[in-house]
């Protein structure tokens, strides 16, 4: 799990993208809005 920099408490992440293995991810705090960040997951591949 991540927390906020800013009030600390849980934030969620979204799934916005996928493009072959790979998701682009946004993960954001539903409680003041502040941290957003994105970032790249690499899904295995089976």
Known sequence: ????K???KETK???IRKI???IIVEEYCPWCDESIL???KILPIE
Do not use: N
Request: charged letters at 25%.
């Open 38 to 40: 994105r970032y790249e």
């Open 20 to 22: 072959d293995s790979l």
């Open 6 to 8: 800013v009030c600390k």
């Open 1 to 4: 799990m991540s927390y906020c």
């Open 13 to 15: 992440q979204i799934p």
